[in-house]
């Protein structure tokens, strides 16, 4: 089939579960979590990976995937380059949005929230467990500069491994832990014809 046509012609019909407001959690981090070890359990493919979106200071969204390496009580934390593009942006503005979605479970989780910068000590435990590849990684890849080449990259790194022989790697400054405190969160549940569930939690002054 031509692509176009499949574009008009693929129909899933997500008929697996259901959802309703009586059988979520009361907290929608254990809700969450319920779901997360769910997709872990049943082998979802990149279950952890979860689209985050930021905005520009010219009001530009822009969406990138990057995995969820903690859950606490205030958010979702993952890691990345300070510097970066999605860095720029949150420095801007801290507004952001995660989505996941687990096309084997049929579910979709939406958050909105703020995102913030996680303590030095939280990045430096995060980076000192790392393989040492993805230690040099984080200070050969000034993420989202332009590279004249990939050797250019290549090089950078053959450099670091020599230089790092011996000694552990520190952590590059500008590379860390982002947690998005959300305040917001819709838990989406596949149904057929379309006639989807979604349960939703937002966040008031007292609860
Ligand atoms: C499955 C998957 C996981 C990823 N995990 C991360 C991550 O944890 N941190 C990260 O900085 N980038 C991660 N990336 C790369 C980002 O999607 C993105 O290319 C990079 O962070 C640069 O984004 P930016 O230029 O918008 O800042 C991942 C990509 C994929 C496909």
Known sequence: METNEYLKKMRNDFSRQSLSKKEVEKNPFDQF??????????????????????????????????????????GFVFFTNYGSKKGS????????????????????????GIIERVADEVSDAYFNDRPKSSQIGAWASHQSAKLSSRKELEDRIAA?????????????ENWGGFILVPHYFEFWQGRPSRLHDRVDFSKTETD
């Open 33 to 74: 979590k319920k779901w997360l070890d769910e997709a872990v359990r049943t082998n979802e493919p990149e279950a952890i990976a979860t689209c985050v979106s930021t905005v520009s200071k010219y009001g530009q969204p822009s969406s990138r995937i990057v995995y969820i390496r903690d859950i606490d009580e205030n």
């Open 160 to 172: 670091l491994n020599e230089q790092y022989a011996d000694v552990p790697v520190p952590r590059p």
């Open 89 to 112: 942006d949150i420095l801007i503005n801290p507004k952001a949005s995660m989505n996941l979605f687990w096309p084997g479970l049929e579910r979709q989780i939406r958050i909105e």
